[in-house]
Each structure stands twice: as C-alpha cells, then as structure tokens.
C-alpha cells in the first residue's frame, strides 16, 4: 500500500480514513490521561510504571537498558535520563552489564517493588473503569487484533 502517488504526492485520508484517524488518536488520549492522572496519584508517572512492572516480572527484577528501551519505543538516551530520575527516587538501580561493557542493567530496588505494589491495585481499577469495563468481549478482541497488525515494529513481549 502506498502512501504517496507515483508523482510524490501524498495519498491524503478520505473522509471514513480521517474519522477513524482521529478517534483513534481521541480514544488513546482520553485512556492515557485517565489512567496516567490515576498513576499520579499513587506518585508514578507512565513510564515509571512500565518500567517496574516489566523489571518486577523479569528474572531476578532485571532488564537491559536496550531491552526496556526497544519495548517502550524510547531511544536508550531517553530511557536512561529517566532511569536516572527513578534512580534518585529509590525506584530503580543501575549496574554495570557483565555481558556487554557499554550496556546497563537496571535492576527494581525493594522500595521500588514497594511502589509498584501499592499502585498496582489502583492502576488496574483505572485501566478497567478507563478501558476494559466501557467495551464487550467482542470489541476487547477486536482491538487486540488491531493492536496486533499495528504493533509489529515493537517487541512482542505483551502480546503472546
């Protein structure tokens, strides 16, 4: 499928191409600043959740920087400054990786885990007032196989 003409031009949306653009773009802002406003609350941001859920469910609470940046879609610059931010908060610590000497290991601290378990309950409270409990089994499925033909740039870790 091509996105521009053979002169260069782009092949721009029609009017059905357009609504659906823009209420997908709608509906991922209204669930990502609903369940982000909730993380607040509980003092993480989006990514600090990602990060420790991912490190929590990783042999001995560990990932590589490049590993957690490929499944965020954050360059390993990104993730590194905020790294440093959770370092700071106690969330997080960093160590040398033994099988890459330029690579970093990120590792959940205990007070880290300790976050991640106290907001947990609240953030799947979200997730499902936000998300699951607004849409029937036929449209979770639907999604996820949306979801599936649009996420194949991204490591499939969530998506067996």
């Known amino acids: 499928m091509s996105t521009t003409t053979s002169g260069g031009t ?11 653009w823009r209420a997908f773009r709608r509906m991922v802002i209204a669930v990502q600043t609903g369940t982000a406003r909730d993380l607040a609350a509980a003092g993480l941001s989006e ?18 920087l490049h590993e957690q940046a490929a499944k965020m879609g954050w360059s390993r610059s990104r993730l590194s400054r905020h790294a440093t931010r959770m370092e700071t908060r106690g969330l997080i610590r960093r160590a040398s990786d033994p099988a890459d ?19 947990a309950p609240a953030h799947v409270a979200s997730v499902r007032r936000h998300f699951v409990d607004r849409l029937t089994p036929a449209d979770l499925a639907a999604l ?17």
């Open 47 to 64: 990514p600090d959740y990602e990060v420790l859920s991912t490190l929590s469910e990783r042999p001995g609470y560990t990932s590589t």
């Open 101 to 119: 000497g330029r690579g970093c290991l990120l590792l959940l601290t205990e007070q880290g885990l300790e976050s991640l378990t106290g907001a």
């Open 144 to 160: 996820e196989g949306i979801a599936r033909k649009l996420v194949t740039d991204l490591p499939q870790t969530d998506m067996p």
């Open 10 to 20: 782009p092949t721009w949306l029609d009017p059905e191409e357009e609504r659906a």
